[in-house]
């Protein structure tokens, strides 16, 4: 079954710190670009990071430039979302998401999705 799993979210007071995790199963990862996305209550997805099949291509949204850092491992199938300097416009589900094209996936083309985490970031 081809599957992403993000976890990682919770609460955090402004100025915080939280790492996501995105585990992946089911499909040839290293030959796969993933994207991290948001959406806030109310508000339309907003795709915040990407990073490319070897870790070599990476975007970010300007939102979160020199705040979060997207990073993966190949060998544990798995990619990660730092996020530093945390704001409360940063409160949201994250999803993460797998598409065999990086700069598709920035555009939001991607063939799988995760099941999302809550972010909360308190003031």
């Known amino acids: 079954e081809v599957q992403l799993v993000e976890s990682g979210g919770g609460l955090v007071q402004a100025g915080g710190s939280l790492r996501l995790s995105c585990a992946a199963s089911?499909?040839?990862?290293?030959?796969?670009?993933i994207g991290w996305f948001r959406q806030a209550p109310g508000k339309e997805r907003e795709g915040v990071s990407c990073?490319?099949?070897?870790?070599?291509?990476?975007y970010y949204a300007d939102s979160v430039k020199g705040r979060f850092t997207i990073s993966r491992d190949n060998a544990k199938n798995t990619v990660y979302l730092q996020m530093n300097s945390l704001e409360p416009e940063d409160t949201a589900s994250y999803y993460c998401?797998?598409?065999?094209?990086?700069?598709?996936?920035?555009?939001?083309?991607?063939?799988?999705w995760g099941q999302g985490t809550l972010v909360t970031v308190s003031s």
């Open positions: 998401a797998a598409g065999p094209y990086f700069r598709a996936i920035v555009a939001g083309v991607v063939e799988v």
């Open positions: 089911g499909f040839t990862f290293d030959a796969y670009a």
């Open positions: 990073i490319s099949n070897s870790g070599a291509s990476t």
